[in-house]
C-alpha cells in the first residue's frame, strides 16, 4: 500500500462547511471490485478439497476453518448428560430469539443455548436500522428489485421476495413487542414512521430507533424469550459438535458449559443454527465489526455433517469502520451518518465517491485512494475522512437527537464529532454466503435449520443497510415455526456423532491434517483451548489448536 498523506497535512486542507464536488471516475464498477475489493485478487479463494461443495471456492482462511478435524470424539462425551427436546436453537441474536418465540408459541419446548449472553450478538450493534417497504412511494417489489442488484444477481429470487413480502409484518409483530421507532418530526406517538434511504436503495426505506435499531430490537427480544415459559436458555453454552443418527439426520448437538465445564448431549428432533458469522477469524487481516464470539461455528458445524454451501468467497467489509485510534480498529460508524449526509474525504479534501452507492463500492473507492497515496496517515494508521463536523453544521443538533451512538464512539476516539472528522478505513462486517437454504431455513440435511448470517442466498454478494435485521426476523420466524412441526416426528433411537468419523476419513484421504481442529469458538487472542479447558486427555488425532 502505497504511503498516505499525513494526518496534519491533509486536516489543514480540510475545511468544515466546504461543499467540494464529486471527483469524475471513468472505471467501471467491474474494475473497481476486481481491482480493490478483497474478495478478489490471486489469493482471495481456493476451492475447497473435502464435504458436500467440494469444488466450490472458499476465502482461504474459512477453509482451513471448514476442512479442520472436530474438536472432540466419543471418548469426550462418554457419560455426558442427555437431555431431550423438540427444538434446539443455537445462538441467541435476533435470529434465535425470533425462532424460539415462534417455535414456542407453537407449542414446542425449546431450548436456546448460547455461546456468551442471551442478546450478546451482531443484533444489538445493528446501528442504522432495518428495511421494510412501508412508505407510500416505496412496494416490495422496488425492494425486491434494489436488493437483487445490490447482490450482484446472485441472490435467490424466491427467498429475496419472501424477505421483502415479510417486511410489513415483521415492523407490527416488533412494535406489538414494544419496540420504539423513530417518528417523523412534529407527530404524536403513533404518528408516522420516520423513514431513511439507505445506500444503494431507491426510496427511503431504513426505519430506525436514533442509531441504536438493534440494541432497541434485542431489549424487547430478550424480553420477551425471558418471559416466555416455553423456552429454556442456556448461557455460556457453545455447541461444539452436531448430533446425527443412523439416517444421517441432524439429531441435535453437544452443548459445552463454560462454567461447569461439562458437556450434554441435547437430543432434538430439529435443530436452527443461528451463530451468525465469521469476522472474529479475522479474514485477510481486517479488522471487524463483528461481536466477540463471530468465529464461524454453526458454518463449520454444518458444512461436517453435510450441509450444502454457496458463495464463500464473498464478505462485505463495511466502508467506515474506526481507523484511528488504533485500540479501536475496526468498531463500526453505522451507514446513518451517511445517509444523513456525512460525506467521505481523501487527503486532498477530495470527495471520490457517491456516499450512498452500496458498500462494496464505497469501501473499494475508499481502499483504492489508499493504495494510490491520497489516503491520510496518522500514526502507522490509514483511512479517510467521515466529515461530521460539517454534517452537524447543515443539520444542527442531529449529533445529539439522531446520531447518538457515534457521538459518544467519537468520545472514545479523544475528539468531538462536530468539530474534527473521524478518519476511517474499511472493517470486515458480513459474511454475504453460507449454508444454502430454502424458503423455511431447511438445509440439504434433514432436521438441521440455518437462519440469518450463517446462510447464503439472501444477499447475494452484497448486502443492503438494513437487510440483515430484516432477514433474521423475517427467516427466524419461518424456521421456528417449521421446526415446530417437527414434534411430530419419531425421534431417532440413537445418536451421536458418526459423521464425524466419516469426516475423519475424509480428511485422511484429501490429505489434509487431523491436528487441526475447529470451530475455534472464541478469536486466537483469546487463547481458548477446549481440551485444557474441559480437561479432557489429548486425543490421538493431536490437541486441539484451532485453526492457526
Known amino acids: ?81 442427555l437431555m431431550t427436546t423438540d427444538v434446539l436453537i443455537i445462538g441467541g441474536g435476533g435470529g434465535g430469539c425470533a425462532a424460539a418465540l415462534t417455535a414456542a408459541k407453537q407449542g414446542a419446548r425449546v431450548i436456546l443455548a448460547t455461546k456468551l449472553r442471551l442478546g450478546d450478538s451482531n443484533t444489538v450493534m445493528a446501528e442504522g436500522g432495518i428495511q421494510a417497504a412501508v412508505g407510500e412511494e416505496d412496494s416490495p417489489q422496488l425492494h425486491f428489485e434494489d436488493t437483487l442488484r445490490a447482490g450482484h444477481f446472485c441472490g435467490v429470487p424466491e427467498l429475496v421476495a419472501q424477505m421483502v413480502m415479510d417486511g410489513p409484518d415483521v415492523i407490527r409483530w416488533l412494535i406489538q413487542l414494544g419496540m420504539m421507532f423513530d417518528l417523523e418530526e412534529n407527530q404524536p406517538i403513533g404518528g408516522n414512521l420516520l423513514r431513511k434511504k439507505p445506500g444503494g436503495a431507491s426510496a427511503a426505506r431504513i426505519l430506525s430507533y436514533r442509531d441504536y435499531t438493534g440494541l432497541e430490537m434485542m431489549r424487547v427480544l430478550r424480553e420477551a424469550v425471558d418471559l416466555d415459559p416455553g423456552i429454556e436458555v442456556w448461557n455460556r453454552s457453545p455447541v461444539v459438535e452436531l448430533l446425527s443418527d443412523e439416517r444421517g439426520r441432524c439429531a441435535g448437538a453437544v452443548v459445552y458449559n463454560l462454567e461447569w465445564r461439562t458437556f450434554s448431549l441435547v437430543r432434538a428432533h430439529a ?75 481523501n487527503g486532498e479534501g477530495q470527495r471520490f465517491v457517491d456516499e450512498l452507492k452500496p458498500r462494496d463500492i464505497v469501501a ?101 443497510m438494513g437487510n440483515a435485521l430484516l432477514d433474521i426476523l423475517s427467516m427466524g420466524r419461518r424456521a421456528g415455526a417449521k421446526a415446530a412441526e417437527s414434534r411430530s416426528h419419531v425421534m431417532a433411537s440413537r445418536a451421536g456423532i458418526g459423521h464425524v468419523h466419516a469426516w475423519q476419513r475424509e480428511l485422511t484421504l484429501a490429505g489434509l491434517p487431523l491436528h487441526v481442529k475447529a470451530p475455534q469458538l472464541f478469536p486466537e487472542y483469546a487463547h481458548f483451548d477446549l481440551r485444557v479447558d474441559a480437561g479432557l486427555r489429548s486425543s490421538t488425532l493431536g490437541v486441539a489448536g484451532g485453526i492457526r
Request: net charge negative.
Open 1 to 81: 500500500m502505497a504511503a498516505g498523506i499525513p494526518y496534519e497535512e491533509a486536516h489543514k486542507r480540510y475545511h468544515p462547511g466546504g461543499m467540494p464536488t464529486l471527483r469524475t471516475d471513468d472505471s467501471s464498477v467491474d474494475e473497481l471490485l476486481k481491482g480493490y475489493h478483497p474478495d478478489h485478487g490471486p489469493n482471495a479463494h481456493v476451492a475447497l478439497s473435502v464435504g458436500v461443495s467440494r469444488g466450490e471456492l472458499c476465502q482461504p482462511d474459512l477453509a482451513r476453518a471448514l476442512q479442520a478435524n472436530a474438536l472432540i470424539d466419543d471418548v469426550d462425551i462418554a457419560g455426558a448428560q
Open 364 to 464: 473499494s473507492a475508499i481502499l483504492r485512494e489508499c493504495a494510490q497515496g491520497r489516503g491520510i496517515e496518522r500514526e502507522g494508521q490509514i483511512g479517510v475522512f467521515l466529515d461530521t463536523p460539517t454534517l452537524e453544521m447543515e443539520n444542527p443538533g442531529i449529533l445529539e437527537k439522531r446520531l447518538v451512538t457515534l457521538r459518544h464512539l467519537a468520545r472514545k476516539c479523544g475528539h468531538d464529532a462536530a468539530q474534527d472528522p473521524f478518519l476511517v478505513y474499511p472493517t470486515l462486517h458480513y459474511q454475504n454466503g453460507g449454508v444454502a437454504i430454502d424458503k423455511d431455513g431447511a438445509t440439504c440435511v434433514a432436521g438441521l435449520f440455518c437462519i440469518g448470517e450463517v446462510t447464503g442466498g439472501i444477499h447475494g454478494r452484497n448486502r443492503l
Open 271 to 345: 435443530v436452527i443454527l443461528a451463530t451468525g458469522g465469521a469476522g472474529r477469524l479475522h479474514l485477510n487481516s481486517f479488522p471487524t465489526s463483528n461481536h466477540y464470539g463471530a468465529t464461524a461455528d454453526g458454518l463449520v458445524l454444518a458444512y461436517r455433517i453435510g450441509a450444502r454451501l454457496r458463495e464463500l468467497d464473498s464478505f462485505q467489509y463495511h466502508p467506515t469502520g474506526i481507523a484511528y485510534p488504533t485500540h479501536l480498529a475496526g468498531g463500526l460508524i453505522s451507514e446513518a451518518a451517511r445517509s444523513a449526509g456525512a460525506r467521505l474525504l
